[in-house]
T-cell receptor
Framework: GAVVSQHPSRVICKSGTSVKIECRSL??????MFWYRQFPKQSLMLMAT?????????EQGVEKDKFLINHASLTLSTLTVTSAHPEDSSFYIC???????????FGPGTRLLVL | LAKTTQPISMDSYEGQEVNITCSHN???????ITWYQQFPSQGPRFIIQ???TKVTNEVASLFIPADRKSSTLSLPRVSLSDTAVYYC??????????????FGTGTQLKVEL
């Protein structure tokens, strides 16, 4: 199956700092990438959808100025958590889908801990 | 978006066949049905996808009745390593919505010796 990577796998930062998470499709071109957040014992919650070369579409309740998404190439999308606070601590997971494909492939996730 | 309903949890023993059924009464014509497996602190892993009838791969089978309002994931001869959360999702890959998927609660499968 298709491979999606994320970097870093885990990050600890101080409150008020910004954190960037990278999502890469390694063996296919991802025209669409998705960002999810998952809290302990809960399901995945879609945060935003990004198409290469265009602005991301955010789900209701997700602040676009706080969670900056860039999908500059067909293999890379980044999520930047700006001015992170402890309540932003979560497991962030990206997924990618190729043009015309029916299947999303997920990255391994990034554990963010904000102190 | 079609909403899905699955059992919250299931228990099984090694070597048994496990069938997890998912209801999706509002599935749309263009929607595919996809199942993912998730272990703790890992991203979901694709298991199988189908549109109608039966699909089989090296790890599972997916049964979809004619009305497509439900689907059943079948895991043959489970092992301890199959203990995980299994998500059933429906989504449209065709429209410009980009196959946005909505995750439900999933089914926590626990396999014991």
């Amino acid at each position: 199956g298709a491979v999606v990577s994320q970097h870093p796998s885990r990050v600890i930062c101080k409150s008020g700092t910004s954190v960037k998470i990278e999502c890469r499709s390694l063996d296919f071109q991802a025209t669409t990438m998705f960002w999810y957040r998952q809290f302990p014992k809960q399901s995945l919650m879609l945060m935003a959808t990004s198409n290469e070369g265009s602005k991301a579409t955010y789900e209701q309740g997700v602040e676009k100025d706080k969670f900056l998404i860039n999908h500059a190439s067909l293999t890379l999308s980044t999520l930047t958590v700006t001015s992170a606070h402890p309540e932003d601590s979560s497991f962030y997971i990206c997924s990618a889908r190729g043009l015309g494909a029916e299947t999303q492939y997920f990255g391994p996730g990034t554990r963010l801990l904000v102190l | 978006l079609a909403k899905t309903t699955q059992p919250i949890s299931m228990d099984s023993y090694e070597g048994q066949e496990v069938n997890i059924t998912c209801s999706h009464n509002n599935i749309a014509t263009n929607d595919y049905i996809t199942w993912y497996q998730q272990f703790p602190s890992q991203g979901p892993r694709f298991i199988i996808q189908g549109y109608k009838t039966k699909v089989t791969n090296e790890v599972a089978s997916l049964f979809i009745p004619a009305d497509r309002k439900s689907s059943t994931l079948s895991l043959p001869r489970v092992s301890l390593s199959d203990t995980a959360v299994y998500y059933c999702l429906v989504g449209d890959a065709v429209t410009g919505g980009g196959n946005k998927l909505t995750f439900g609660t999933g089914t926590q499968l626990k396999v014991e010796l």
